[in-house]
T-cell receptor, first 113, second 115 residues
Framework: KQEVTQIPAALSVPEGENLVLNCSFTDSAIYNLQWFRQDPGKGLTSLLLIQSSQREQTSGRLNASLDKSSGRSTLYIAASQPGDSATYLCATKGTFGNEKLTFGTGTRLTIIP | EPEVTQTPSHQVTQMGQEVILRCVPISNHLYFYWYRQILGQKVEFLVSFYNNEISEKSEIFDDQFSVERPDGSNFTLKIRSTKLEDSAMYFC?????????????FGNGTRLTVT
């Protein structure tokens, strides 16, 4: 059974700093890994999706990496802004017959102005 | 940009009552999902739906739960007899174009409170 872990549970950094969020998973048999953002009381906004054959994906100030063999992914946020404050979730998609997303508990990020 | 929409945003019901949560997925998407998030816990998979039938379901999705796509645009989750532990945020999601690597797009959720 896939287990997805995100450490730390909460992180506060001053505005303008670069930061890295971590995600680890126990079963490397995945189709892809997706990073989401969740604002309080809101749904999940998809940020980046990395396919199992890829090593990284970039979108604007965000860069996600994937090391499937070690069961790790990171989300790098450059030049952080107060608007980046949210909970960030990673989720793995299983392979054929087990294709649901398995979510981590998230990292609550606070950017201090 | 197309969105997944869910109604209502908040539903309060008494234990034992039936509830129907409604979702309108993105129009050209083919795969539909329900997830839930109990307060303070992880987002959990409930069920996936493709080609007018359930393709996968979790152990949470027991006989009290059912899904339907009644008219080609709506996707509903019904809970027949709600329990206190059904209180959670319920998220609908869709993905499209027939590729397993399409990202999931989530709605803003329905907060279900069972009293």
């Amino acid at each position: 059974k896939q287990e997805v872990t995100q450490i730390p549970a909460a992180l506060s950094v001053p505005e303008g700093e670069n930061l890295v969020l971590n995600c680890s998973f126990t079963d490397s048999a995945i189709y892809n890994l997706q990073w989401f953002r969740q604002d309080p009381g809101k749904g999940l906004t998809s940020l980046l999706l990395i396919q199992s054959s890829q090593r990284e994906q970039t979108s604007g100030r965000l860069n996600a990496s994937l090391d499937k063999s070690s069961g790790r992914s990171t989300l790098y946020i450059a030049a952080s802004q107060p608007g980046d404050s949210a909970t960030y979730l990673c989720a793995t998609k299983g392979t054929f017959g087990n294709e649901k997303l398995t979510f981590g508990t998230g990292t609550r990020l606070t950017i201090i102005p | 940009e197309p969105e997944v929409t869910q109604t209502p945003s908040h539903q309060v019901t008494q234990m034992g009552q039936e509830v129907i949560l409604r979702c309108v997925p993105i129009s050209n998407h083919l795969y539909f999902y329900w997830y839930r998030q109990i307060l303070g816990q992880k987002v959990e998979f409930l069920v996936s739906f493709y080609n007018n039938e359930i393709s996968e379901k979790s152990e949470i999705f027991d006989d009290q739960f059912s899904v339907e796509r009644p008219d080609g645009s709506n996707f509903t989750l019904k809970i027949r007899s709600t329990k206190l532990e059904d209180s959670a945020m319920y998220f609908c999601a869709s993905s499209g174009q027939g590729t397993i690597n399409s990202p999931l797009h989530f709605g803003n959720g329905t907060r279900l409170t069972v009293t």
